[in-house]
């Protein structure tokens, strides 16, 4: 079933889009740091809407990502489990192996380390306005096996139908059983799509940028 009952659909605003947040590389569609808010109440099988900032200019209030959530594993878990290995970063590869977003674990003692990622900072240490942003709500990762990622490419969609204004730091819960225009408009992206189900159709709109690091709190580059 594609819509489950009980399954509430997440709509954001995706300030920035390197390939970190969302991560939509090696198969699966990471949300492993940003949006506390929605990693800690997103369940399996709700569904999950990033809609371009202002930022993104050509992309703004376009649809980037849409992905359902297929499973739900806490920080440790995601660096534990060899799957996943391919989403630790490694900052002197490739771009995509530059955004890898595996990159919180626990030391000896339980206090979080935070991997040479994105996240951190130009010298590869820890960046702990970050490490607070990503850690202090929750612990949890966000994955899907079943998404669509634009990208570049990001598709018009009619966010006035669901009541989405958007907000960098807000994002907005809907009860897909009670929407059916929310429903709609998932299935209308799905039957659209379907033939491009988790495969990038195009590069993240920063891609060229990978290399950069920024402060969540602020929003600038580092």
């Not at 059916?180 to 709109?205: E, G, V």
Request: aromatic share 10%.
């Amino acid at each position: 079933m594609l819509i489950k009952p009980n399954s509430y659909l997440y709509a954001y605003t995706i300030a920035r889009d390197f390939g970190f947040a969302p991560n939509p590389f090696h198969n699966c569609c990471t949300l492993a740091t940003c949006k506390p808010g929605i990693r800690k109440s997103a369940k399996v099988d709700d569904w999950i809407i990033g809609i371009g900032g202002r930022n993104l200019k050509k992309n703004y209030r376009r649809c980037i990502l849409l992905m359902k959530v297929t499973e739900k594993v806490s920080f440790q878990e995601y660096w534990d489990q060899e799957r996943f290995s391919l989403k630790k970063p490694v900052r002197n590869g490739s771009n995509v192996m530059m955004l890898g977003d595996n990159i919180y674990h626990k030391d000896k003692i339980g206090a979080w380390m935070q991997e040479d990622s994105h996240h951190s900072n130009q010298d590869g240490s820890p960046n702990l306005d970050n490490l607070n942003q990503d850690t202090r709500t929750t612990d949890q990762v966000l994955i899907s096996k079943c998404f669509f990622y634009f990208g570049n490419k990001a598709q018009s969609v009619d966010l006035n139908s669901i009541g989405y204004k958007g907000g960098i730091r807000s994002y907005k819960k809907i009860n897909l059983t009670a929407s059916h225009k929310a429903r709609d408009l998932i299935t209308s992206i799905f039957c659209q799509n379907r033939n491009n189900l988790n495969i990038l159709m195009s590069d993240p709109c920063q891609f060229l940028e990978s290399h950069e690091r920024v402060n969540q709190k602020t929003g600038k580059k580092l």
